[in-house]
């Protein structure tokens, strides 16, 4: 990641959560310059202190005017927060990277994946609102757009396995609790519908009459517009799994051209931000706090030749929420 060209004045909304720690762990790990982090959460948390660049900062709640003389506020704290202030913050004059589902099908705001569509930003961009996508929309959609941009794509169907940590401290803790007191078999689940430890959970988020859950319209959804190709058909499943960090997808995607499976490795391995295994593959357990999204298990569908297979892995907290804001932020202030 490039450095700022001047040190920044940045709020983040949301300082104590996971995907919050992360954002200050990778400022702190790429030094970036900073001029004044403002960190906010709930009354909770009021009498915390954030430390970044040699500093401690005190974790402030959000009140009127609480944005002014920022440059960058990242929001990460849910959709009802991001909706009342990432609009304060816009008109405070500083650009709202909002982490959460609020804006992201708002068809006047830019849903951005640098790799993919970072060419919609720029260092001219004025202050705005800027929904970086769902953490599993993320890794899919930088696995597709090679594919798409060499040989076309008429289908993709994605099952995932996801984290823990993509439900939140909660769901984090949830795991660890019932990982220490796994003899017990009558655990009360509460950031899960049900136990999580030695189980799978076929749905992340609520059901809507069709029978998808949220995050799988999430993923049909936002892949498309990111991708710029509003009619591309997308099927997701989503199962929540006992990791405790990383996501993994089985993708199928379907080309418009033949190709061969040396020409498909190499057109992904030569994408920013891609990383392929050819002979072993990546699990979320050893790609995790890695940067890249990670791809393995390349291979031809049996019945349909231009159908192909991969396994797609990376670190929801990282490319999945907080590293691609702040690449969003690169775009702009690089
Ligand atoms: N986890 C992921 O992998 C991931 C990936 C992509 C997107 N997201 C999205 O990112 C957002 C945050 O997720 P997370 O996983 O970091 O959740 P989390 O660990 O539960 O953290 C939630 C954060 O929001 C803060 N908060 C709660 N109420 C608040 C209020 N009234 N004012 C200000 N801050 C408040 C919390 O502060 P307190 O500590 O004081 O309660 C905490 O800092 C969600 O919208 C989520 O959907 C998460």
């Excluded at 007191?181 to 509460?190: R, S």
């Excluded at 993923?219 to 405790?244: C, Q």
């Excluded at 990546?282 to 396994?311: C, Y």
Aim: proline share 6%; aromatic share 8%; glycine share 8%.
């Amino acid at each position: 990641m490039k450095l700022w060209k001047k040190p920044l004045k940045v709020g983040l909304v949301g300082a104590t959560g996971v995907v919050g720690e992360t954002f200050i762990n990778i400022l702190e790990e790429y030094g970036q310059p900073i001029a004044e982090l403002r960190p906010f959460a709930s009354v909770n948390s009021l009498g915390m202190k954030i430390e970044l660049a040699g500093k401690q900062w005190p974790v402030q709640v959000l009140k009127a005017d609480c944005f002014y003389g920022l440059d960058m506020v990242f929001f990460s704290s849910g959709d009802d927060i991001s909706l009342e202030w990432a609009p304060e913050a816009v008109r405070a004059g500083a650009f709202a990277i909002d982490n959460s589902n609020a804006f992201r099908m708002n068809p006047e705001v830019h849903l951005v994946v640098p790799e993919v569509n970072g060419h919609l930003l720029n260092p001219q961009s004025k202050p705005q609102i800027i929904a970086n996508p769902n953490c599993s929309t993320i890794q899919l959609v930088v696995a597709l757009k090679p594919l798409l941009d060499k040989f076309g794509i008429d289908d993709v169907t994605v099952s995932t396995y996801q984290a823990v940590s993509g439900a939140g401290l909660p769901g984090y803790e949830e795991l660890i609790h019932q990982t220490q007191n796994y003899q017990e078999m009558d655990h009360v689940p509460k950031a899960f519908t049900k136990q999580i430890l030695f189980n799978c959970i076929p749905q992340i988020g609520t059901f809507g009459d069709d029978g998808f859950s949220s995050e799988e319209s999430k993923i049909m959804t936002e892949s498309p517009k990111i991708l710029g190709v509003p009619d591309l058909k997308v099927s997701a499943f989503t199962v929540r799994i006992p990791a405790l960090n990383s996501h993994s997808e089985a993708v199928w995607v379907t080309l418009k051209k033949d190709t061969t499976k040396e020409e498909f490795t190499n057109t992904l391995g030569s994408f920013e931000g891609l990383a392929i295994f050819t002979e072993d593959y990546p699990t979320a357990l050893e790609i995790s706090g890695e940067e890249p999204v990670f791809v393995g298990r390349i291979h031809q569908d049996r019945h349909n030749k231009k159908r192909w297979l991969m396994w797609v892995v990376a670190d929801n907290l990282k490319k999945g929420a907080a590293l691609n804001g702040l690449q969003i932020a690169e775009t702009i202030f690089c």
